[in-house]
């Protein structure tokens, strides 16, 4: 069992940044991937980044290529996510996730941990 919890999120303005950040707790949990997921109002959850157990692999969104940023520190147990340039369509619940792999992050249908999320407002 692993358990996810986020924190640092907030709200912040147009233009600024933010950075998240995942404890995660339990057995073997430095052989999973993260990743990050988010879900808007009247959305879907989707996708945001992932990086491999061993951080040498990571995936971006589209929207994310270029602005954020995901890592991990596997001695601490921990995975972050430095965002910049937040847009207001940003805004979002922002949830941590661990899966077996970068891919089965992507997919997102079967992801086996979440955390609770954090909440991150970009006012315009």
């Known amino acids: 069992q692993v358990q996810l919890v986020e924190s640092g999120g907030g709200l912040v303005q147009a233009g600024g940044s933010l950075r998240l950040s995942c404890a995660a707790s339990?057995?073997?949990?430095?052989?999973?991937?993260m990743g990050w997921f988010r879900q808007a109002p009247g959305k879907e959850r989707e996708f945001v980044a992932a990086?491999?157990?061993?951080?040498?692999?990571?995936s971006y969104a589209d929207f994310a290529q270029g602005r954020f940023t995901i890592s991990r520190d596997n001695a601490k147990n921990t995975v972050s996510l430095q965002m910049s340039s937040l847009k207001p369509e940003d805004t979002a619940v922002y949830y941590c996730?661990?899966?077996?792999?970068?891919?089965?992050?992507?997919?997102?249908?079967?992801?086996?941990?979440w955390g609770q999320g954090t909440q991150v407002t970009v006012s315009s």
């Open positions: 996730a661990a899966d077996y792999s970068v891919r089965a992050l992507r997919v997102g249908t079967n992801v086996h941990y």
């Open positions: 339990g057995r073997t949990v430095s052989s999973y991937a």
């Open positions: 990086i491999s157990w061993s951080g040498g692999s990571t």
